[in-house]
């Protein structure tokens, strides 16, 4: 019998350290919550927000307002391009489908703003030569990877480039309001 107790406790040891196991190791790989349901599209460290401006052919233009902290960053920071790497991220937690060329160019429209974004020029109502937002634009070229710095402030961080399209665009508004799906993918699922 003592015997049989001893198996018994054994068992019971054995269960509940695999019970443990299993629930950290479950605890540890359970699903996290999908992007979509925690939106980017709000306020963070270089970010005030995020919208989206879009026009009947399908094109668009991201519009992101850098905080006061991201124009101090980019004049002061050791390694400016921090500010940039987080407000990708930001952009592509609000605005799904930027892959490609088009993130490309987003990219580059981006890190021109943001890098520039603490040098005084009126403009356009503002007193930054970036503006008070950073207008990245869906229909500009991709460039070569290993574009001079020189090239995209010659462009005006390539407003200059790839022209406009027609008509006026929606006003801007978060995606995380309405429309998720700017690229119409899930129309195209068979």
Same mark, same amino acid.
């Given at each position: 019998? =003592?015997? @049989?107790?001893?198996?018994?406790?054994? @068992?019971?040891?054995?269960?509940? +350290?695999? $019970?443990?196991?299993?629930?950290?190791?479950? %605890?540890? $790989?359970?699903?996290?919550?999908?992007?979509?349901?925690?939106?980017? +599209?709000?306020?963070? =460290?270089?970010? *005030?927000?995020? #919208?989206?401006?879009?026009? #009947?052919?399908? =094109?668009?233009?991201?519009?992101?307002?850098? $905080?006061?902290?991201?124009?101090?960053?980019?004049?002061?920071?050791?390694?400016?391009?921090?500010?940039?790497?987080? *407000?990708?991220?930001?952009?592509?937690g609000c605005v799904p489908g930027l892959e490609g060329g088009l993130a490309d160019t987003i990219w580059d429209q981006l890190e021109c703003h943001q890098l520039h974004a603490s040098v005084p020029?009126?403009? #356009?109502?503002?007193?930054?030569?970036? %503006?008070?937002?950073?207008?990245?634009?869906?229909?500009?070229?991709?460039?070569?990877?290993?574009?001079? %710095? %020189? $090239?995209?402030?010659?462009? *005006? +961080?390539?407003?200059?480039?790839?022209?406009?399209?027609?008509?006026?665009?929606?006003?801007?508004?978060?995606?995380?309001?309405?429309?998720?799906?700017?690229?119409?993918? *899930? #129309?195209?699922?068979?």
């Amino acid at each position: 019998m =003592k015997n @049989d107790k001893r198996l018994g406790r054994i @068992d019971r040891r054995s269960a509940v +350290c695999l $019970t443990a196991v299993a629930v950290a190791v479950l %605890g540890l $790989t359970a699903p996290a919550t999908p992007a979509s349901a925690a939106s980017s +599209c709000g306020s963070s =460290k270089f970010v *005030q927000q995020i #919208e989206v401006v879009e026009w #009947e052919d399908g =094109k668009f233009q991201i519009v992101l307002t850098p $905080t006061p902290e991201a124009r101090w960053h980019a004049a002061t920071a050791v390694s400016p391009r921090d500010a940039v790497v987080e *407000q990708w991220h930001a952009i592509q937690g609000c605005v799904p489908g930027l892959e490609g060329g088009l993130a490309d160019t987003i990219w580059d429209q981006l890190e021109c703003h943001q890098l520039h974004a603490s040098v005084p020029a009126f403009r #356009e109502g503002s007193m930054w030569a970036t %503006g008070e937002t950073y207008e990245l634009e869906s229909w500009r070229p991709v460039l070569p990877r290993a574009v001079p %710095g %020189g $090239t995209l402030v010659f462009t *005006q +961080c390539m407003n200059l480039l790839g022209g406009n399209p027609d008509g006026p665009g929606s006003g801007p508004r978060r995606p995380d309001d309405g429309r998720l799906d700017l690229h119409g993918a *899930q #129309e195209n699922i068979a």
